[in-house]
């Protein structure tokens, strides 16, 4: 071969190992809601706490209490058809939970699947959340 078919064949591997690795993503991160709870008294806003918080429970879960601070409630079955809802760019920080952090690890892997690279799961979610004694509110009506 000669070097320039060299060159192109190393061009056309990096492309394709990139193009994996956007498409795969980055693995979604665990957080403690003890890391949750710190994080989130640096303010409530988007802009203050340096990350988007999602709830993907159901909407009837989410009206019966939430993590306050929460942005979004986007059903976790949802999540890939609705996620420029978050407005989030690749490099954002998306924190998702759950119930029992069952559906928001789901939640989370199809996020970096769709190449967000910043991607928390809150391990135990709503039931670790309440267990720690933090507090839960109801979304406006």
Known sequence: MTRLSWNLMAGLLATVLMMGDVALGAPPSVLTVEQLHSALSK???????????????????HRAGMIPGTDFNIDFREIKSRHRELGAQPDDHIVVYCQSGRRSSIAAQALAEL?????????????????????VERPPQ
């Not at 303010?43 to 879960?61: A, H, M, W, Y």
């Not at 809150?122 to 720690?132: I, P």
């Open 43 to 61: 303010g409530r806003s988007r802009e203050e706490k340096g990350f988007i918080l999602v709830d993907v429970r159901t909407p009837q879960e």
């Open 115 to 135: 190449g967000y690279r910043h991607v928390y799961n809150v391990e135990g979610s709503m039931n670790a959340w309440m267990e720690a004694g933090f507090p």
